[in-house]
């Protein structure tokens, strides 16, 4: 079974400049996850997504950043423009809902982008 | 507000010795707990969970956690580790079924040969 996948892997770009990441979440996922990653700290989330609809995105800074999932699968998540303050790994999870209760919730992560901003 | 306490930002041990790395979290109700590895430049992988049961966890690579709700506790143990061990390791709680994750700052564990 494929994992989360995430491209670009790393991604250099200069302030003020446009970035955009991907994310395709495990087959049959419902459930997806932006997390942001700060050098020394542990991820927190951007947004959540039960199939199209986001249903958390109360720590998306809504001014610069924007997301999508269309179709309920694939997603991608955009900086406009970007900050120095940006720079950090983008961390991309999906989970499942469904199944029995030991299989509740256990959320996969994708090896993440690593942005830096110049 | 939901979180979760990781004490110990490093842990230095040697190869072969055990090693304890510390969660605590706050709340006041129900909780699902959860241990994550990150190995340099890769995302987070599962090592345990605790859902509900036995509040002794066993998980992938030796390692396991016990849950104490008394402590709020859910401290992560290896009797023996490898230099392969060396890596981050992420407490993470949610309070609810389907609800968001919170995270620790994580603990770098350093296996010295």
């Known amino acids: 079974e494929a994992g989360v996948v995430q491209s670009p892997r790393y991604k250099i770009i200069e302030k003020k400049q446009p970035v955009a990441f991907w994310c395709n979440p495990i087959?049959?996922?419902?459930?997806l996850y932006w997390y942001r990653q700060n050098l020394g700290q542990g991820p927190e989330l951007l947004i959540r997504?039960?199939?199209?609809?986001?249903?958390?995105d109360s720590q998306l800074p809504k001014d610069r950043f924007s997301a999508e999932r269309l179709k309920g699968v694939d997603s991608t998540l955009k900086i406009q423009p970007a900050e120095l303050g940006d720079s950090a790994v983008y961390l991309c999870?999906?989970?499942?809902?469904?199944?029995?209760?030991?299989?509740?919730?256990?959320?996969?992560f994708g090896p993440g982008t690593r942005l830096t901003v110049l | 507000a939901q979180s979760v306490t990781q004490l110990d930002s490093q842990v230095p041990v040697f190869e072969e010795a055990p090693v304890e790395l510390r969660c605590n979290y706050s709340?006041?109700?129900?909780?699902?707990l959860f241990w994550y590895v990150q190995y340099p430049n890769q995302g987070l992988q599962l090592l345990l969970k605790?859902?509900?049961?036995?509040?002794l966890v066993k998980g992938i690579n030796g390692f396991e956690a016990e849950f104490n709700k008394s402590q709020t506790s859910f401290h992560l143990r290896k009797p023996s580790v490898h230099i392969s061990d060396t890596a981050e390791y992420f407490c993470a709680v949610t309070f609810s079924y389907g609800q968001n994750f919170v995270f620790g700052p994580g603990t770098r564990l350093s296996v010295l040969p």
């Open positions: 605790y859902l509900s049961g036995s509040t």
């Open positions: 709340s006041s109700v129900s909780v699902y």
């Open positions: 997504y039960e199939n199209e609809e986001a249903v958390d």
């Open positions: 087959s049959g996922h419902n459930t």
């Open positions: 999870a999906s989970s499942s809902l469904a199944g029995s209760p030991g299989g509740t919730d256990t959320q996969y």
